[in-house]
């Protein structure tokens, strides 16, 4: 039998350990130059002007709430298929998640259902490219453009996505990547958002940092060298030199990462698609390119999935559920009054999904051995 195959990992080298070793021997090890670097590298190779990087993704989303002006009162349009984060980022500034069920063509919201949803007080909307599919942006940006909303979009999965022919990053109003060990490239925890909108950048870097500025042509007054003014309340998000070292070192593999990606769905594709009991993601248009953050596929209503999944594990194949339904959750169920039945199509979703191991550095004999083992599932 296989070692242990996880559904996910990082793929860290000896190249990526020894720049953090570097990192480590210099003066900076946190607030040094290697913070800034990183942002410009991420920024360069999504196109936009702005990048600021945290200590987490869902750091990062709730900067993004306060960079945007919500608070109390708000609300903010996005779909219950998501990780919480996605959702709480929205609670942390005081306001309301609005949910908005999926398409089951993406697996995305469901971009003409969301119009429905805006009432007075919508403010934003947050869809997420789940799995890395990059959600159809036009018409979201669209309904943003004709109620005055901002469009924060959730791209943990979708770093290196491509939408009509440009990188996903440049088409929301600001962009949250995912620095997660399973996301495409890691900082080991950490997040970013990306931008075109100067009040933005500065609003998210002052939200970093407990609100500070050092920037001369910001400050109500000049004492010194040494002066700085909170002008807002912040919060201590700040990312370590060492994180942003290794996440310059991981994004030079960047491409090379997103193709084995690619490669390892388009494996899985050809071979379970041809599997009866179990249906293959969706393929976006041809000028689009998924991420393939995670590999989902849905299992028919007569496959019991706990005995699938215990049945891979049994043979030392890690698998995930991605995700349970953020409106399911108990804290939504109680402080919103969500039942089942709310958002029939994700929850749908949800009591079918199982994610597949996808990652870079998962060998062909990995993959083989994969999806062997699930064509003998149910077999007498």
């Known amino acids: 039998m296989h070692e242990f195959i996880p559904y996910g990992r990082q793929n860290v080298d000896e190249e990526d350990i020894k ?36 200590n987490s ?23 219950p298929l998501t990780f919480v984060a996605t959702a709480n980022a929205a609670l942390y500034v005081g306001a309301r998640p609005v949910f908005v069920d999926i ?18 007080c919508t403010r934003a909307i ?3 490219d789940y799995a890395g599919y990059p959600i159809e942006m036009k018409r979201i940006r669209k309904i943003a453009d004709q109620h005055n909303l901002v469009v924060i979009e959730d791209a943990a999965h979708a770093l290196g996505a491509v939408r009509e022919g440009t990188k996903v990053g440049t088409q929301a ?27 933005y950048y500065r609003r998210l870097k002052l939200f970093r940092s407990h609100g500070i500025t050092k920037e001369t042509e910001h400050l109500e007054a000049h004492d010194g060298p040494w002066y700085y003014e909170m002008q807002e ?14 996440g310059m070192s991981q994004i030079k593999k960047l491409e090379k990462f997103l193709q084995e990606r690619r490669l390892l769905a388009k494996k899985y594709d050809q071979t379970l698609g041809e599997v009866k009991w179990l249906r293959t993601p969706p393929v976006p248009s041809p ?54 039945g ?11 999904e199982i994610s597949l191991p996808i990652f870079p550095g998962l060998t062909s004999v990995q993959q083989e051995y994969v999806i062997r083992v699930i064509k003998k599932f149910g077999e007498p």
């Open 19 to 54: 720049a953090v070793i570097e990192a480590l021997r210099c003066d900076w090890i946190t607030q040094g130059p290697r913070v800034e670097e990183f942002e410009a590298r991420v920024a360069e190779y999504c196109g936009v002007r702005y990048a600021v990087a945290f």
């Open 342 to 352: 709310d958002f029939p199509k994700t929850e749908n979703f949800y009591a079918r």
């Open 103 to 120: 398409n089951e063509n993406t697996y995305c919201i469901d971009t003409e259902k969301i119009e429905a949803a805006i009432t007075p």
């Open 287 to 340: 000028d689009n390119c998924h991420a393939y953050h995670i590999y989902p596929v849905l299992l028919e209503a007569d496959v019991n999935r706990i005995e699938f999944y215990t049945y891979l594990r049994a043979h030392n194949i890690g698998s995930q559920v991605h995700y349970i339904p953020v409106h399911l959750q108990p804290y939504y169920r109680r402080r919103f009054g969500y039942k089942l």
């Open 233 to 246: 309340l912040g919060y201590n998000f700040r990312i370590t030199d060492i994180q942003c070292t290794l």
């Open 57 to 79: 993704g869902t750091s990062a989303l709730h900067a993004a709430m306060y960079a945007a002006g919500i608070g109390e009162g708000d609300e903010v349009i996005t779909t």
């Open 173 to 199: 109003d600001m962009t949250m990547f995912s620095f997660h060990p399973v996301k495409h490239i890691t900082t080991g925890e950490g997040g970013m958002i990306v931008c075109n909108n100067p009040d």
């Open 126 to 128: 947050v869809p997420v």
